[in-house]
């Protein structure tokens, strides 16, 4: 009998984005903010990381957030609560080190909210001050603000286009903190790589340590096939065993962001494949 990780909720925050809850005792006994999973829906899939976006260690289940672009996050969101996936790997990856800090601002852009919600969490846990910025398109792309508003201590949430009453990014609204006066012993800035790249540039003015996380092109999660190298401080890292977090004023963001797109004409031909034949089906 081949053993399936049950879904136990599916939620939809956005047309595009799915919150699921997978019955998964082992990796919820284990994970800590900052890891990731690797899931496989079936024989035939795909290895594909997600980071992990809340834990409950008592019920054995942990939270997924993901964006559906892709064939196989498509092929997940198509799904329901009672069904399973074969593969759920994990906690993978170096936890966060949240310890020693008493002011902490984190920023989360799209989806990179998902990511910066367990580590705000967290942090309250620690009765640590946490000033959170979450920055999205549009009103209806906004993710998790009730989740952030209890893990936050202030939470400023900006839009693109103002659609919520609140026009900028996120930067704009660090920027005006720090103008203001504000000190962090420490940032977390989680997002699009330019994104993150632009709060290092501010932070690295202000002389603040700021974290970041990566989300690289993987394939096995162990640091063995290279998928998911980067240069920080001048030396090659692995983003699945050394990561995902990194000190962002060390990370070569323009190499980075390089990589990112070295797939993506042959992820769109996946998709348009898949597409295909469920239009056929």
């Known amino acids: 009998m081949v053993h399936m990780y049950n879904i136990v909720k599916k939620e939809k925050l ?30 035939d899939g795909e290895r594909i990381p997600l980071t992990i976006a809340d834990y409950d260690r008592d019920k054995g289940i942990v939270t997924i957030i993901f964006q559906e672009v892709g064939k196989s996050t498509k092929k997940l969101g198509a799904m329901d609560a009672g069904q399973g996936i074969l593969d759920f790997v994990g906690p993978l990856g170096k936890p966060s080190h949240l310890d020693g800090v008493k002011k902490v601002a984190v920023i989360g852009g799209g989806l990179g909210t998902a990511i910066a919600y367990p580590q705000a969490k967290k942090l309250k846990s620690l009765r640590v001050q946490v000033d959170a910025i979450i920055g999205f398109r549009n009103k209806d792309s906004i993710i998790l603000e009730k989740e952030m508003t209890a893990a936050s201590s202030r939470l400023f949430v ?16 660090f920027k005006k903190l720090l103008s203001e006066g504000k000190i962090y012993d420490l940032v977390i800035a989680i997002g699009p790589l330019i994104m993150m790249k632009a709060v290092c540039e501010l932070t690295r003015e202000a002389e603040i340590k700021t974290v970041i996380s990566m989300n690289s092109i993987m394939v096995d999660g162990t640091g063995m096939c290279g998928c998911c190298r980067l240069t920080v401080g001048g030396k090659i890292k692995f983003a699945c065993v050394d990561g995902p977090d990194f000190p ?34």
């Open 14 to 43: 956005t047309p595009q984005v799915t919150l699921m809850e997978i019955n998964a005792p082992l990796v919820a006994k284990k994970a800590e903010p900052g890891q990731f999973i690797i899931f496989r829906i079936d024989e």
């Open 248 to 281: 962002g004023h060390e990370v070569d963001f323009d190499e980075a962001i390089s990589r990112q797109d070295i797939y993506r004409q042959e992820e769109r031909l996946s998709l348009e494949r898949h597409e295909c034949r469920l239009g056929k089906n």
């Open 158 to 173: 900006t839009t693109d286009d103002g659609s919520n009453g609140n026009k900028g990014f996120v930067t704009d609204t």
